[in-house]
């Protein structure tokens, strides 16, 4: 109920939630207050406040996609996240806005209306899993799950100063979780500090076979890696994220925090990560390619928005459906793709970029072979203004820099706080290697 009441008195201002799943929060806790009277004991998460990013996937309850072709959806089954969420007794506060179907970086891109930063309301809360970010910023959920394909649960934690990691590829089930670009996207947790992330981590990350893409791995003891220290750690500093483009104060704190690592007793070694400078231009032929592939099952037919308007044939409801229901952004987006896929183009622009980037994931192997993970900035820079970035979506490209590596090569990415700029929280990223969840989280804790 104290949740409810914080979201009255800030979300007006903040705007980070699309729905609010009150009625059912407020009869799950009372359900728990009753299990507890009984004397019954509780798992460690019961009765937790969590919010949901808008694609992921909640029986019973509208889940939108920040688009209005999902405007009305009502799914009718849990994404495996939710359910370990719910098996949990943890308890849905509701449902975040993000940048339509998650392409953006900004979460100016939702087709419904913007999330504002809870540090400066002029400016953005980065995105695509700006709702998220700032709803756990604001006090207006304990904990909260976003996805991130290029970025977008590290890159809104940032902005918002607070901690964000996206998991291996392959750790946490991408069942029920509406696609973007299947072959990059990966839910995790976004929460205050390393501790809460690690137990959230816990709740998610299990083997899950109705996504194929889900590996087998054991899931190791996240909180109790917490509980070793940062001695001896290598931590590997590239020349590629701390050059051109990144700006004084960022570069600025990534120093600081190399000295904090070294005074932790780690040890700090310069890697090379040559192709990072092909990383942009590959990602956006792949992300847009899946994501074209995938929303062609927007058709009007089979769910989701349907043309009102008059039709003579199949391809005119098509047309017309998708055309009011897409926003510029995936409209842009889908043609990349269909473009980069088309016959006669599909050699010299899928296939290199797929060529590019296993020239990408080799660059994080033989990096790893001599540092346990890789310390860059998360973003550019701070929070931006809203609308400063709108006009030219070059640029806002830019803004995922330092993140769309981690997605293609399939490792573990953790933003943490590490200072501000201008009353703004900069976040720091450590990337590991494949299942290195347990080493970002050992480093993020000691250095918080
Ligand atoms: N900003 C990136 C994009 O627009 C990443 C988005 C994401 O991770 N979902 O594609």
Same mark, same amino acid.
């Given at each position: 109920?104290?949740?409810?009441r914080r979201?009255e ?23 728990l ?12 998460l ?23 072709m ?32 998650a392409m ?8 419904l ?18 709702g998220?970010?700032a ?21 809104? @934690?940032? #902005?918002c +100063? *607070?901690v964000?990691?996206?998991? !291996?590829?392959?750790? &946490? %089930?991408?069942?029920g ?15 205050r500090?390393?501790?809460?992330c ?6 998610i ?20 890696a ?14 590629e ?6 700006s ?5 704190a990534?120093?600081?925090a ?15 990560l040559?192709y990072?400078?092909?990383?942009l ?14 929303? @062609?099952r #927007?058709? +009007? *037919?089979?769910?989701?928005?349907? !043309?009102a308007?008059? &039709? %003579? ?8 459906t ?24 599909y050699d ?49 490209y830019l803004?995922?820099?330092?993140t ?16 501000f ?7 720091l ?20």
């Open positions: 109920a104290d949740f409810f979201i008195a800030v979300d007006p201002k903040v705007r980070a939630y699309v729905t609010l799943n009150e009625a059912e929060a407020m009869a799950q806790a009372e359900q207050d009753r299990r507890l009277a009984k004397g019954e004991k509780l798992p460690p019961a009765g937790i406040p969590i919010a949901v990013k808008d694609n992921i996937s909640t029986a019973g309850l509208r889940t939108t996609c920040s688009s209005k999902l405007e009305n959806y009502i799914p009718a089954y849990d994404a495996m996240v939710i359910e370990r969420l719910k098996a949990a007794g943890m308890i849905i506060v509701g449902k975040t806005n993000l940048d339509e179907f953006g970086s900004s979460t100016e891109n939702s087709a209306f913007v999330t504002r930063n809870p540090w400066d309301l002029e400016a953005v809360p980065g995105g695509s899993s700006g998220s970010a709803a756990v910023r604001a006090g207006e959920a304990a904990l909260a799950l976003g996805s991130d394909t290029g970025g977008s649960i590290r890159q809104p @934690a940032a #902005y +100063g *607070v964000g990691l996206k998991p !291996t590829y392959g750790r &946490v %089930s991408r069942y979780l509406i696609a973007f670009a299947s072959s990059l996207d990966q839910i995790g947790p976004i929460t500090d390393v501790t809460d690690a137990l959230l981590l816990q709740a990350a299990q083997y899950d076979k109705r996504d194929s893409t889900c590996i087998d791995q054991p899931v190791p003891d996240y909180l109790q917490l509980k070793q220290d940062v001695k001896g750690l290598r931590i590997g500093l590239a020349q994220y701390l050059g051109e483009g990144i004084a104060p960022v570069q600025q990534v120093n600081d190399v000295r904090v690592f070294r005074d932790l007793g780690a040890e700090v070694v310069d890697v090379s040559p990072t400078q092909y990383a231009a590959t990602y956006y032929i792949i992300a847009p390619a899946e994501a074209s592939s995938n929303l @062609a #927007y058709d +009007g *037919v089979r769910y989701g928005h349907r !043309t308007e008059e &039709v %003579s044939d199949s391809v005119a409801l098509f047309m017309k998708r055309k009011e229901g897409f926003g510029p952004e995936v409209k842009r987006r889908i043609m990349i793709g269909t473009y980069a896929l088309s016959s006669g183009y010299a622009y899928y296939l290199k970029a797929q060529q590019v980037r296993t020239l990408i994931r080799e660059d994080f192997n033989r990096a790893f072979q001599s540092c346990d993970l890789i310390l860059t900035p998360t973003a550019p820079s701070v929070a931006f203004k809203i609308g400063s970035k709108t006009k030219d979506p070059l640029e806002m803004e995922d820099i330092c769309i590596t981690c997605n293609m090569a399939g490792i573990p990415g953790l933003s943490l706080p590490g200072g700029d201008q009353g703004k929280p900069i976040g990223q450590l990337l590991g290697p494949a299942f290195g969840e347990a080493t970002l989280l050992r480093a993020a804790y000691g250095f918080e």
